[in-house]
């Protein structure tokens, strides 16, 4: 078990400075999807329909910068699924009856890029905290004499 992030099984879940690193992208998360949707609102865009995707997408690119290695064969679940989500927000967007049970409205290509720009910032950020904020465990270190 030790390698993979983990201290052990009493270790919470949260533990070893994983809430400050989810702190950190849930605020460039919302910063992100929020600056998307204002943008869109300015230029008299469907801000919530931009705002639904900025949000998608910064998720999804926080979820992929985490990965240590962004392709590989362990888990190729992951990248399927992200592909699946993103296409499952394409017809939320563009399938008639999904547009209107959810009350999304289609986006030019002006709305899908201010939606997706922010996208690479999520990616990032979560590259910069995957290793931040990781404490060492008192309890573990060895005594000094």
Do not use: C
């Not at 009493?10 to 994983?18: F, K, N, R, S, W």
């Not at 959810?102 to 995957?130: K, N, S, Y």
Request: hydrophobic letters at 55%.
């Amino acid at each position: 078990m030790h390698g993979d992030g983990h201290d052990g099984p009493d270790q919470h879940i949260l533990g070893g400075g994983a809430w400050q690193r989810l702190l950190v992208l849930a605020a460039v998360v919302t910063a992100v999807s929020l600056g998307a949707g204002l943008g869109a609102r300015a230029l008299d865009l469907a801000w919530q329909s931009v705002l639904f995707l900025a949000l998608l997408a910064a998720q999804l690119g926080a979820v992929l910068g985490l990965r240590a290695r962004l392709f590989t064969r362990k888990n190729p679940f992951l990248p399927l699924s992200v592909l699946a989500s993103a296409l499952l927000a394409v017809a939320a967007l563009y399938v008639p009856f999904l547009s209107s049970v959810l009350e999304t409205e289609p986006l030019g290509w002006a709305g899908v890029w201010i939606a997706l720009a922010g996208t690479p910032a999520a990616f990032l950020a979560a590259r910069l905290v995957r290793t931040a904020f990781r404490g060492t465990n008192p309890a573990a270190a060895p005594e000094v004499p």
